[in-house]
């Protein structure tokens, strides 16, 4: 008797990238752009200041994670749930190379992991129910102001750090595709009250990662 194959129901096939995820079990399709810098010579408090942003980063790519994990989930059109499962298998990139980050300055990803993991799907989820467009218009939201953030953490590495400085660089310019991208695909513009509430929200986990 043949055996009818059936394909893996999309939520469980969610689930094992959600555990993945939180268990830092990806593999870096591209290398690490910092490893090919010298190490620069920190002092303690330059060395926790870093470790600190570079939490932050990792607990934003867990997030970015759950984020298109969620909006795949309820996409409608089987093009934009494509495009939305191919930018998080990209970012995945940046999830390694902030662990691997954190590890050299000796220090480790946020506890709160499971908390970002969490809330981020349940939003992503909620974006791509509202509609592609809708969906779409949130990843171009979400990445201009991870991008934001990431310039930011830019300004305050010392000046000889092209290490980190090569790590955050690389993520900011692929961020910024992956908005171009969403805005190209038909995203569409977010109201105000929304773009302020998310970025209300990205302080929260900010403030957190960077402590806990």
Sequence with gaps: MKREYRPVDPLLSLLGRGLA????????????PGGAQPETELDE?????IAGLMRVNHAGEVAAQALYQGQALTARNPATRQQLLAAAREEQD??????ERLRELGDGPSKLQPL????????????GAAGDRVSLGFVDETEKQVSEHLSEHLAQLPQ???RDRAILETMRADEERHGAQAREAGGAPLPAPVRGLMRQVARVMKFGAYRI
């Design 116 to 127: 970002w993991y969490a809330g981020s799907f349940a939003i992503g989820a909620l974006a």
């Design 94 to 99: 940046h999830l390694r190379w902030c662990e």
């Design 21 to 32: 995820t939180l268990a830092g079990a990806q593999s870096s399709a591209r290398g690490n």
């Design 160 to 162: 000889d750090d092209q």
């Design 45 to 49: 408090s330059q060395r926790r200041h």
